[in-house]
């Protein structure tokens, strides 16, 4: 079995042979949110996606391919705040959890609502409808009143 360098060995080698088979038109078919689809890379390369992320050597190298591909206008430029994210660390949102039950209770409190109120409306057109119908009857003398 082969360790995990000679795996991350084999996997750069496998990107450095991958990449240099491609032409710009081929990059611009995994273009994905103005980067190379990760997941498109990984399985042109045959590796995992977290192979991309875990290994040093092969991430330098993506991000060194995809800087020259924007250089030569096949990935779009990085915008500000893009070049912010790359450098600075990701915030951690405790919070992001409990927003997204929210969001999705929320959702479904409103179509609950929305059911419910066709519902109510329903019943009142019936209501209405049996309200005439029993004071027809009661004029008729079938029911008392």
Known sequence: MASGQQKAEKNLNAFRSWVATQTHDDF?????RGQ???GEVATAVGC???ALNQNPA???ELDELENELREKGVL???SETAKQDKTAPKKYDNTANRKN?????VSTLEAENIELKAKVKEL???LARFGELNETL???GFMPR
């Open 28 to 32: 611009k078919q995994i273009i994905f």
């Open 36 to 38: 190379l689809n990760r």
């Open 48 to 50: 995992g996606k977290s």
């Open 58 to 60: 092969l991430k330098k």
């Open 76 to 78: 779009p430029p990085l």
């Open 101 to 105: 039950l929210d969001s999705k209770r």
């Open 124 to 126: 009142e057109n019936k």
């Open 138 to 140: 009661a004029e008729m």
